[in-house]
């Protein structure tokens, strides 16, 4: 069962548990992959869902910060309600030396020399981590990567 098919199962599963957090959450998911779909005319892969859904945790964390810092405590607990539950989703993370593993790898399949051979590096990366990393934080040991060279 692909990602879409999961989500699905899980608004029907939360709708029979009148979960309404949970199904508010899941909605907001669904309309975005609808959304998209009718944009770009296309079938979404599992790829395409990671993509919404890594989309949409950035926005929540960038409102938690928000709210903390407005001092509205009860809206940071809902987008946190929704964050976890948008977390559930994203595949397993990979830890520091993993990722560090896979930008010495790209970096010695590309054969990239200096901080010019950037996009090429990245290029290789951005599908093999995508959903499973930080790509701001890969940008970063990439740049300190290229540099040593």
Known sequence: MGLKEQITEDMKAAMRAKDSARLGTIRLLTAAMKQKEVDERIELTDAHVLAII???IKQRKDSITQFEAGGRQDLADNEKAELEVLSAY???ALSD???QAQVAAAVAE???AGPQDMGKVMGVLKPKLAGRADMTVVSGLVKAALSKA
């Open 54 to 56: 890594e989309k949409m």
């Open 90 to 92: 994203m595949p397993a």
């Open 97 to 99: 030396a993993e990722i």
């Open 110 to 112: 590309t054969g990239a």
